[in-house]
């Protein structure tokens, strides 16, 4: 059965006294002329659950306080939020039905959060995230109250233009796990290994990327395979062992100089090669550092390149100002459109360079190049160093091979000449060493990356098998429940009369209303009675379905903002068929279902069968605030917006 939701009270607090509302009844009609402030009252509903909700000017400059009485499962409590900035951060929460006072929840993340005590009072955690399919490597958009919320009301400036925001791509992954949450196809621990799945995705690619760039080091180092390496390593191991023996022994071959200076003099050529070996090796080992960080700073510099591009071809078309509408083609420079919204689709359009998380990586990546070229610039001046010091040696060791040469050239000198032939042997073979052991550490780095990449993979295959072994234990229950929905929705388009629809089914993957074959908004124009009409029939629909079946978490609640203005049709049949539905599918779940709308023009022949609370402009919704006269009227929302 579905989840109990239900709204008991509204009471405002105003600057002039209080105003309450009781909704004691399955189905309440607010009803009253366009102006009295029904959406207002609708908008503070949402408001007072923590979500933003579009305020009337009459609410911003008179109301202090909204307070819910609300019942959510087995839960009934009372939410009180002001609508002071300063104090709108925080709602006070009384449980009715312990009478205990709440810790204030935070409206947002920080906990004690309003947000996480109605998602538990639903029966769903709070770290819920919509992954999306594909290619994605993000965990996705957390769900909160307020998405579930979005599938119970339908407000007036939304209700004949779209159906849950679904032509809107980047809310598609978060509407569909949604929807599959409440009917059941999915939990919320299928949803969390949704997530896994796409950041272990991100952390294969990444373990790849790492893989085939250190490959390509290797390849440009000439050592294209580990055995290469591994037998010039040895190679030189040997030449080393060689060129030493070889020194060993004209080492004893030398008869020694007596002479003090002699002695001395060989002892610093000894040490002047040893030093001349190490700073060769030294600037071999500067110039591969070098190497590695142009080709990171190539790597980072073509990421920024790609940012750049993207923020170019940004500006370029945010500059774009259309003169017509591109649909209709009608002129749009007459319209009188307030300043940074879209002439077009009227939204809120701040055209900015870009977005934070734009501006943050292009910073992160031009202090990393500034960080390299830093680096890169610390490894030249190294290497230019230790090329002086190169030479400083070298122009040493042939001073001091001179004047050995001349005080020994009749006894050591050609033995001199092939132990310094076997030294140099020696520096280049250790020189070599060093340079191979750097290479075999990265093909261990090869081996490390190569191994991280399976395992990666190896946890992304495991956690998606999981997660299609549970989305195929719910398959026949998912097809029974969308053939049941799909049924319902095309037999309540039949009973509604909806103008030029021969079939109307659910689609299977998306979940959005299908007529004729094409999904609804391929079928119909944005802006007329046929989506308000679709609208509702669509959300009632469900609503049926969730009420027949068992195990089903939605919530039976569903508050509708004029439809009946929404339909702009002289016909009233279309309107009373709507009535009858939502009559009969109240009259039918008794106590299990509450309906909430506000309207005007209703039809006479179902006022028998609701609540309805009068309005008018003597009596507006907030009936503390004497309400300015019709003319005076400033609507929210869409042009159409009731207030």
């Known amino acids: 059965m579905s989840t109990k939701f239900r709204i008991n009270s509204v009471s405002l607090a105003t600057t002039e006294g209080g105003v309450e509302y009781r909704f004691p009844s399955n189905l309440t009609v607010l009803a009253g002329p366009t102006g009295v402030g029904k959406t207002t ?240 090796a030294t600037v071999k080992e500067l110039q591969r550092q070098r190497n590695e960080y142009a080709l990171e700073r190539r790597r980072v510099q073509s990421d920024l390149d790609r940012l750049n591009r993207m923020r170019d071809a940004g500006e370029r078309l945010a500059s774009i100002e259309f003169l017509v509408c591109p649909r209709c083609v009608q002129s749009l420079t007459k319209r009188e459109v307030p300043e940074d919204i879209c002439r077009v689709c009227l939204q809120p359009d701040p055209v900015e360079a870009s977005s934070e998380a734009d501006q943050y990586e292009l910073v992160q990546l031009a202090q990393q190049l500034a960080e390299m070229d830093d680096q890169l610039s610390s490894v030249s001046a190294g290497i230019s160093e230790a090329n002086e010091a190169v030479a400083s040696r070298e122009e040493l060791v042939g001073r001091l091979n001179a004047e050995l040469d001349s005080r020994t050239i009749d006894r050591v000198t050609p033995r001199l000449q092939a132990y310094s032939d076997a030294t140099e042997r020696l520096a280049t073979a250790r020189a070599q060493q060093e340079q191979l052991e750097g290479v075999l550490r990265q093909w261990d780095r090869v081996n490390d990356l190569e191994q991280a990449m399976q395992d990666f993979r190896a946890k992304q295959d495991r956690l998606q098998a999981k997660v299609d072994q549970a989305t195929q234990v719910l398959a026949v229950r998912r097809q029974e429940i969308l053939d049941e929905i799909s049924d319902e929705f095309g037999a ?106 506000s309207d005007n023009n209703l039809p006479p022949e179902y006022r028998s069968h609701y609540s309805e609370i009068d309005f008018d402009y003597d009596s507006p919704t907030v009936s503390t605030v004497r309400h300015p006269g019709r003319s005076n009227v400033k609507t929210i929302g869409a042009p159409t917006s009731d207030k």
Do not use: C
């Open 41 to 280: 009252l609708l908008e503070l509903v949402k408001f007072g659950f923590g979500g933003d909700a579009i305020l009337a000017t009459v609410a911003q400059e008179y109301v202090l306080d909204v307070t819910l009485d609300v019942t959510i499962g087995s839960q009934r409590m009372r939410i009180a939020r002001s609508l002071d900035s300063t104090k709108r951060k925080k709602a006070r929460v009384t449980d009715l039905v312990t009478q205990e006072r709440l810790p204030d929840q935070h409206v947002g993340t920080t906990q004690p959060s309003l947000n996480t005590l109605l998602l538990s009072a639903l029966g769903f955690p709070d770290d819920m995230k919509a992954a999306a399919s594909g290619q994605s490597v993000k965990a996705g958009s957390r769900i909160t109250f307020n998405d579930i919320f979005s599938v119970l009301y339908l407000p007036q400036y939304e209700i004949n233009i779209d159906i849950a925001n679904s032509q809107k791509s980047y809310v598609e992954p978060k509407r569909k796990a949604v929807f599959e949450l409440l009917f059941g196809f999915t939990d919320p621990s299928v949803l969390d290994m949704r997530s896994k799945v796409n950041l272990l995705k991100g952390d294969v690619a990444k373990a790849t990327e790492q893989y085939t760039t250190v490959l390509q080091f290797l390849h440009d180092s000439s050592t294209a395979q580990r055995f290469d390496a591994e037998a010039a390593l040895q190679q030189a191991i040997i030449t080393e062992r060689d060129a030493e023996s070889q020194r060993a022994d004209l080492r004893d071959e030398i008869d020694p100089v007596s002479d003090r200076q002699t002695q001395v003099m060989r002892d610093l050529l000894n040490e002047s090669e040893r030093s001349l070996t190490d700073m060769r």
């Open 492 to 597: 309540a388009v039949t009973t509604l009369g909806i103008p030029g629809v021969q079939t109307a089914e659910i689609h299977r993957t998306n979940y959005l209303p299908v007529l004729n074959g094409k999904i609804f908004y391929d079928f119909m124009p944005p802006g007329g009675g046929m989506m308000t009409a679709t609208q509702l029939a669509y959300w009632t629909s469900l609503l049926a379905v969730a009420l027949r079946n068992s195990e089903v978490p939605y919530p039976a609640f569903l508050l509708i903002d004029a439809p009946r203005l929404a339909l702009n049709t002289p016909d009233d049949d279309l309107a009373a068929a709507l009535y009858r539905r939502l009559v009969t599918l109240a009259d039918a779940n008794h106590e299990k279902v509450q309906f909430i709308i």
